[in-house]
């Protein structure tokens, strides 16, 4: 997976998390076979492949070759009923609800881990109870575990705020082809636009055309997704981190696949990288980043809210900046797998480095790391970041790595194959 290309350090990283999990609904809601290429698979995934599969859908799976093809049926259930269990994996957790709660007829039981019990959903259930879901709650309304009756749409539209998550839009816009009318979706909020331009773009290579004025979203009726082959683009949250630890290393890198036009928002932490000093050039192979000539990396002030999943990749590099690195617009970010703002306060300083917080920003200033136990709080984004810190001093050790399963399974074994490589193109070069 890592090899060197003459200077540059080449690698492949998995497949798109998000991508993946959209293509997984859509095929299922398209009539006939769909075959996916490039698909992720970890635990995310796998959960949303399960929730497929109990509600009886026919798939085939082929790990190795990371293809899925899936039979979809035109919207259609194949169960009336069922138990799922989506565990930690919010695309599935949001999207499989809103499938459920639009199509008409039947009863599902949904559950997942503890960890997504306590993330937001109560903004998705609400559209869906105004559009005539019937939701009863085994404990806390507005979180899992819960079972639903949908009903079909009993209206032609309906409002959700987004604030604290894009996911809420987009699981209604992929489902909403079930309407047999015109259907408008009203938006408040802004959060994580760069994902509802990924779900628009997607729907439309399936088929389905969606209109937006403005804050509202006007799906025609009678549209269908088509089924068909697709390829899932490289993960641009894996790449990220192999890119922040060429700029901390002094090595050239490049992720094959990756390229500017990606449809995935976080492809705008390369021009994050840019401002600190790197050089980026889009190659037929993919994106190369050649680091600092300086050697330094030059402090940052960053509007993060539309790419937030690499606030915690910016954090953990700070340190080495010349000048303080400032991240904004990530308030929301304390609602996702943990509160992400605290974790990356907790663990910076535990390396000894000096930040500041406040509701949705972080200040951290240029220092010296030093060895320590960083905790992840099970959240795989934490795990993936400080490592980077890692990089150079010794001493950082990941608490519970095995936490990446739920993205990237062998992250911490592509990493160490990727230290390596930079250790033995410095040798080469002295």
């Known amino acids: 997976m890592v090899r060197t290309d003459g200077n540059v350090i080449a690698l492949n990283v998995p ?43 026919l798939t085939e799976i082929d790990e190795n070759s990371r293809s899925v093809k899936i039979n979809g049926l035109s919207g259609k259930l194949p169960k009336k009923e069922a138990s799922l269990n989506v565990g930690s994996a919010g695309t599935a957790a949001r999207f499989i609800t809103a499938f459920l709660g639009l199509s008409k007829g039947g009863a599902y039981h949904l559950d997942s881990s503890e960890q997504m019990k306590k993330r937001p959903m109560k903004e998705l259930l609400d559209s869906l109870t105004e559009l005539g879901c019937d939701i009863s709650y085994d404990g806390n ?9 949908g009903k079909g749409f009993l209206k ?10 894009s996911q809420f839009l987009s699981a209604l816009l992929i489902s909403s082809v079930l309407s047999k009318e015109d259907f408008t979706v009203h938006t408040t909020g802004a959060h994580g636009m760069a994902y509802i331009d990924m779900t628009l773009r997607m729907m439309w290579e399936f088929s389905v055309d969606v209109m937006r004025m403005g804050n509202d979203y006007v799906i025609s009726r009678g549209q269908k997704y088509t089924a068909r082959e697709y390829e899932i683009e490289p993960d641009m949250s894996a790449a990220a981190y192999f890119y922040a630890a060429g700029a901390l290393t ?10 500017f036009d990606s449809m995935q928002g976080d492809i705008e932490f390369l021009r994050i ?8 050039k889009d190659t037929d192979e993919g994106i190369v980043l050649t680091p600092p000539v300086s050697g330094k990396l030059k402090g940052v002030d960053a509007d993060m809210s539309a790419f937030s999943d690499q606030a915690l990749t910016l954090a953990a590099i700070a340190p080495y900046a010349d000048s303080p690195v400032i991240i904004r617009n990530i308030g929301h970010i304390r609602l996702q797998e943990c509160d992400r703002l ?9 390396l000894g480095i000096q930040c500041e917080t406040d509701a949705d920003s972080i200040k951290i200033y240029p220092g010296v790391p030093k060895g320590c136990e960083i905790e992840t709080y099970e959240d ?13 001093v010794p001493g950082v050790e990941i608490i519970n790595p095995s936490c990446c399963k739920k993205t990237f399974e062998d992250y911490f074994d592509v990493f160490d194959e990727f230290t390596q490589k930079v250790s033995e193109l410095r040798k080469r070069n002295e």
């Open 342 to 350: 605290n974790a990356m306060e907790k663990n910076l300083t535990a």
């Open 250 to 259: 002094g090595a050239n890198v490049r992720v094959d696949g990756v390229h």
């Open 141 to 149: 309304e507005g979180h899992f575990p819960y079972t639903i009756r």
């Open 273 to 280: 990288l840019e401002k600190m000093g790197c050089e980026l």
């Open 15 to 57: 497949g798109s998390k998000s991508i993946t999990n959209r293509a997984l609904l859509i095929a299922a809601l398209a009539k006939g076979e769909s075959v996916l290429k490039g698909v992720l698979f970890s635990d995310d995934s796998r959960h949303f492949l399960d929730c497929l599969n109990e509600l009886g859908f």
């Open 380 to 392: 795989h984004r934490v795990a993936m970041s400080f490592a980077l810190t890692g990089l150079l």
């Open 156 to 165: 032609p539209e309906t409002t959700v705020n987004i604030d604290k998550s």
